[in-house]
């Protein structure tokens, strides 16, 4: 089905008819809409066994207002038609699995494989549901967590920035003299510094900017915590673009943690023991080098689909659309 939105306000405009009003009568009338919704009145969830295939993506998204839908992903698709599996209203692993085991269990056991973040329900729900299949961690929420790590480092400096400021302002009001704050080669100050350099943390330095290089030399140089961070969450994305195999992983990962008990960074600490915790999850990643970026792939065509209508007014036409769409 073609973006009904798009496609009533062009007919509309081609014919001189009124937009609203043949939506209207596109979802009252023209479509099946009403069976669809009469069928589903009630329930909490959508589910189409039919697009059940070997290797599943979970993750959950927002409709409006909050409300959290987990969605089941066929990555054969590639997020295209029969990609929709599943859409369950909330992120209880007993509602998921109450849901999904309404597929027949031949078809689940037939699941070699899902990849998910670190969330234990969904863990929780895969080895309920899918008894046969690896589960695998997505590599970039892994990644995600490090680069947190490395924002919470540069934010508490941030803060230091500018207490040190503020005590240096009051200063120079008591002793009589105009503050000037120092100014860097590049013009930035030492709080411009710390802000400015938000994004360049995020990157590899193979894809900084002359700019961000110039900027980043400066940011290294005053907070070797800083470049400390950003090097460990540096060297934990090289095990996944180096490594070939689990073996060789799993010997990098070791050497990684020490780095980590070795930097006295409390934040990487705690990335650490989350990965410590679903390490052989992470590791499932080089079977196959499975991602997650499906399912994020489709979460995103979800968000820019209510964008482009405004939000969601009417829940279960919103739903509609969606399973026409992908399902």
């Not at 860097?184 to 894809?207: A, E």
């Amino acid at each position: 089905m073609a973006d009904t939105a798009i496609a009533t306000a062009t007919l509309a405009r081609i014919f001189g008819l009124d937009a609203k009003k043949l939506q209207r009568h596109y979802r009252n009338h023209f479509s099946d809409y009403q069976q669809f919704k009469e069928q589903h009145q009630g329930k909490d969830h959508l589910l189409f066994p039919h697009n059940l295939g070997g290797e599943l993506s979970i993750d959950e998204t927002a409709l409006s207002g909050g409300e959290l839908y987990t969605i089941v992903t066929s990555k054969k698709a590639k997020g295209k038609k029969g990609a929709l599996v599943a859409m369950v209203q909330g992120t209880l692993a007993d509602n998921i699995t109450r849901v999904l085991e309404q597929v027949p269990e031949k078809a689940r056991r037939a699941v070699s494989e899902v990849s998910v973040d670190m969330a234990a329900p969904l863990h929780s729900v895969i080895r309920r549901c899918f008894p046969q299949a690896h589960r695998v961690v997505d590599r970039f929420h892994v990644q995600q967590l490090a680069f947190d790590a490395v924002q919470e480092v540069r934010i508490a400096l941030r803060w230091q920035v500018l207490e040190a400021e503020n005590e240096a302002i009051s200063r120079s009001k008591k002793e009589g003299y105009t503050y000037r704050p120092e100014e860097l080669p590049n013009g930035d100050t030492l709080k411009q510094l710390l802000v400015r350099s938000r994004y360049l943390l995020f990157k590899h330095p193979r894809l900084w900017s002359e700019e961000q290089k110039a900027r980043a030399l400066l940011l290294f140089e005053r907070y070797p915590e800083l470049e400390k961070a950003y090097g460990l969450a540096t060297d934990l994305g090289d095990i996944y673009r180096k490594c070939t195999s689990k073996e060789q992983a799993f010997k990098h990962l070791a050497l990684w943690y020490n780095k980590v008990e070795d930097s006295g960074i409390a934040s990487f600490r705690t990335v650490a023991r989350s990965i410590q915790h679903h390490y052989i999850d992470i590791l499932n990643f080089f079977n196959n080098r499975t991602t997650n970026a499906a399912a994020e792939s489709f979460n995103a065509k979800v968000k820019h689909f209510r964008a482009q209508f405004r939000g969601v007014k009417d829940k279960w036409f919103f739903l509609y659309r969606i399973a026409k769409l992908y399902a």
